[in-house]
């Protein structure tokens, strides 16, 4: 474990990292993710069929009665986006047949490249219904830490500056977790509080899963040994108070993964100086923007300086009497949706 003072993080001089941090193109799409998706977390779900880019799933009704087959991007997790590739739109046009699919889900991101392949679907003759889902908060640090500060209000740098302010002089520490035990020592400490954080919250946590944990812990050894991810933390004395995994997602951006409050220190809100820091270090790396995922939380509309808005897409095969039903329904709750917007 690596420990850094805070003042440096206040001022012009870069908080130092141990080793120069690489990089990492679309973490939810290369090899080691879907392989330790495939190996660890594929059996979660009802599979029928499962190759290297689509898994079929079983979707079942009242007392186990099979409603339809829903074909879905290996990697896939309702909140995790997935880009829409146009190599994936002409597999499905060709072993779509043989799959005998009804409909297909997926969560994208409002870009050129996912709307010209959900283009490219319409075209092929499949129907699409689209509705927004939640966005992604961008940091932009392509100026650096300081230009950064001057895209946010000058009330909102007045806050940053008196929350990282009260932080440093009440002694919180941002430590780094290295070593060959890194990863097993952060989620000894991560899972726990995670669990116990959204149990509270929601009454359960992913991490309860046994698989959950298994994924996570190999595929990010397998980053921190290419030394393609940042485990951190926040700690006063001998507790720690905030904890936080971000992947070198390309040359230009940092992917907040994951990150918890233990729910000590509350009062220096460690969530949000957690989040600073992680963009701070983001953009000491060089790194033009830090992308801190999809989810309406306060502490990422407060650091944010973009959003981009995510969509769910619903893919009905024309070709599939259970899809044709599965439009119907569709069909039938957006009249009522619509129905009971016009009643109010």
């Given at each position: 474990m690596v420990v850094y003072r805070l003042p440096g993080f206040l001022r012009d001089a870069p908080i130092i990292m141990t080793a120069p941090v690489t990089v990492l193109e679309f973490p939810f799409e290369e090899r080691r993710f879907k392989a330790n998706w495939m190996k660890y977390l594929a059996n979660k779900f009802p599979l029928l069929t499962l190759d290297q880019d689509f898994a079929l799933l079983k979707r079942s009704g009242p007392f186990g009665v099979s409603i339809h087959k829903q074909l879905h991007m290996v990697g896939w997790n309702s909140a995790w986006v997935q880009d829409l590739e146009y190599r994936l739109v002409d597999k499905l046009q060709w072993i779509g047949p043989s799959l005998g699919w009804s409909s297909m889900r997926f969560k994208w991101v409002?870009?050129?490249?996912?709307?010209?392949?959900?283009?490219?679907?319409?075209?092929?003759?499949?129907?699409?219904?689209?509705e927004p889902a939640d966005c992604i908060f961008w940091a932009d640090i392509s100026g650096g830490w300081q230009a950064y500060l001057l895209k946010h209000s000058k009330s909102r740098r007045k806050d940053i500056k008196r929350q990282l302010k009260r932080a440093e002089k009440n002694q919180l520490e941002y430590i780094t977790f290295s070593g060959k035990n890194a990863v097993q020592d952060f989620f000894n400490l991560f899972i726990p509080a995670h669990i116990d954080y959204w149990k509270s919250k929601t009454g359960n946590s992913f991490f309860e899963d046994e698989r959950e944990q298994q994924f996570f812990k190999r595929w990010i050894t397998e980053l921190y040994q290419e030394n393609k991810v940042i485990l951190s933390g926040l700690k006063l004395n001998t507790e720690l108070a905030h904890l936080a995994v971000t992947i070198c997602k390309s040359k230009n951006t940092h992917l907040g993964l994951l990150s918890i409050t233990t729910g000590k220190q509350s009062k220096l809100a460690p969530g949000i100086v957690g989040a600073y820091l992680q963009i701070r270090v983001a953009a000491e790396a060089k790194a033009t923007w830090f992308n801190m995922g999809p989810g309406y939380h306060l502490y990422k509309q407060q650091a944010a300086t973009h959003q981009q808005t995510c969509y769910q897409t619903i893919v009905v095969n024309p070709a599939s009497f259970r899809g044709r039903l599965y439009e119907k329904f569709l069909l039938l709750k957006k009249m009522r949706f619509l129905s009971s917007k016009n009643l109010d």
């Open positions: 409002d870009s050129l490249k996912n709307h010209q392949a959900h283009e490219q679907l319409k075209q092929s003759g499949y129907r699409c219904y689209t």
